[in-house]
T-cell receptor, first 116, second 112 residues
Framework: NAGVTQTPKFQVLKTGQSMTLQCAQD?????MYWYRQDPGMGLRLIYY???????DKGEVPNGYNVSRLNKREFSLRLESAAPSQTSVYFC???????????????FGDGTRLSIL | GQSLEQPSEVTAVEGAIVQINCTYQ??????LSWYQQHDGGAPTFLSY????GLEETGRFSSFLSRSDSYGYLLLQELQMKDSASYFC?????????????FGTGTRLLVSP
């Protein structure tokens, strides 16, 4: 039972390089999310996708792009990496939340990204 | 805007009871969630309060009071494995409740 799978687990980039973080879920969830977590801080939403074919900005979208490739996959791209983007990146998925209740988010193990 | 505040760190001993508070300045949301994250690990869902009052799940309980803009997570019979960071979270209404906004997190240290 894989849940949410992120690749790679670790990556070191040089300033200005580009890369794509991959995320896939096998729980048939509609909603998917990308967060970043900096030391001693909470999770900040970068982008989210409420359903296949839609994406929306979160709190900190600058410097990132996303693609909801299909229902299972949601990728995050850094076009020109900057040292300020050094962080741990988490992908999450959930059943589409409703107004009356909550749907737990299921997180991947994270990608630890360092930009020199 | 949304703001959820938590104490940065709480310490306790094995077997004790600890309460982690979450105060917020967000209106119109539906419910309060709690997530646990061990060092180097991924956040995992713990509990959700849809209504005011106390929800109990084993050794963990969570409380919500909308009128006081306040919630807490109560951990009983603490074990060493409970050492982790705990985050409260809400879904604000301005995005159709799609976004989950997290608090700053509380690091719980359980000692023998």
């Amino acid at each position: 039972n894989a849940g949410v799978t992120q690749t790679p687990k670790f990556q070191v980039l040089k300033t200005g390089q580009s890369m794509t973080l991959q995320c896939a879920q096998d729980m048939n969830h509609n909603s998917m999310y990308w967060y970043r977590q900096d030391p001693g801080m909470g999770l900040r939403l970068i982008y989210y996708s409420a359903s296949e074919g839609t994406t929306d900005k979160g709190e900190v979208p600058n410097g990132y792009n996303v693609s909801r490739l299909n229902k299972r996959e949601f990728s995050l791209r850094l076009e020109s990496a900057a040292p300020s983007q050094t962080s741990v990146y988490f992908c999450a998925s959930s059943t589409r939340p409703g107004t009356g209740g909550d749907q737990p988010q299921h997180f991947g193990d994270g990608t630890r990204l360092s930009i020199l | 805007g949304q703001s959820l505040e938590q104490p940065s760190e709480v310490t306790a001993v094995e077997g004790a009871i600890v309460q982690i508070n979450c105060t917020y300045q967000t209106s119109g949301f539906y419910g309060l969630s709690w997530y646990q994250q061990h060092d180097g690990g991924a956040p995992t869902f713990l509990s959700y309060n849809a209504l005011d009052g106390l929800e109990e799940t084993g050794r963990f309980s969570s409380f919500l009071s909308r009128s006081d803009s306040y919630g807490y997570l109560l951990l009983q019979e603490l074990q060493m494995k409970d050492s982790a960071s705990y985050f409260c979270a809400v879904r604000p209404p301005n995005t159709g409740f799609q976004k989950l906004v997290f608090g700053t997190g509380t690091r719980l240290l359980v000692s023998p």
